[in-house]
């Protein structure tokens, strides 16, 4: 069955860094575009970055510029490299399968990030 398993949330202090992880299995994951989406406390998801089967990248403008979606397809993992993280970062970060006809139809369980002092 498809699984998907985020990695590497943690606390961290503005303008600190940190990767997050997402390991695939179940399925073929070079064939499938990927997204991470996130969900800070009391509002609704966010949709952060994509990245297409063959690596074209796509970023919400809150964070272009600091975050880098990549993947390695031979290790069936999705990452999500974050710089110069910022308070409104904190959120719960997903990975997600996308499929052009139905959007994104399995996700992972989230792992937190949490930016403070």
């Known amino acids: 069955q498809v699984q998907l398993v985020e990695s590497g949330g943690g606390m961290v202090q503005p303008g600190g860094s940190l990767r997050l992880s997402c390991a695939a299995s179940?399925?073929?994951?070079?064939?499938?575009?990927m997204s991470w989406v996130r969900q800070a406390p009391g509002k609704g998801p966010e949709w952060v970055s994509d990245?297409?089967?063959?690596?074209?990248?796509y970023y919400a403008d809150s964070v272009k510029g600091r975050f880098t979606i990549s993947r390695d397809n031979a290790k069936n993992t999705l990452y999500l490299q974050m710089n110069s993280l910022k308070s409104e970062d904190t959120a719960l970060y997903y990975c997600?399968?996308?499929?052009?006809?139905?959007?994104?139809?399995?996700w992972g369980q989230g792992t937190q990030v949490t930016v403070s002092s």
């Open positions: 990245i297409s089967t063959g690596s074209w990248r």
């Open positions: 179940g399925f073929t994951f070079s064939s499938y575009d």
């Open positions: 997600a399968r996308y499929v052009s006809s139905v959007g994104h139809d399995y």
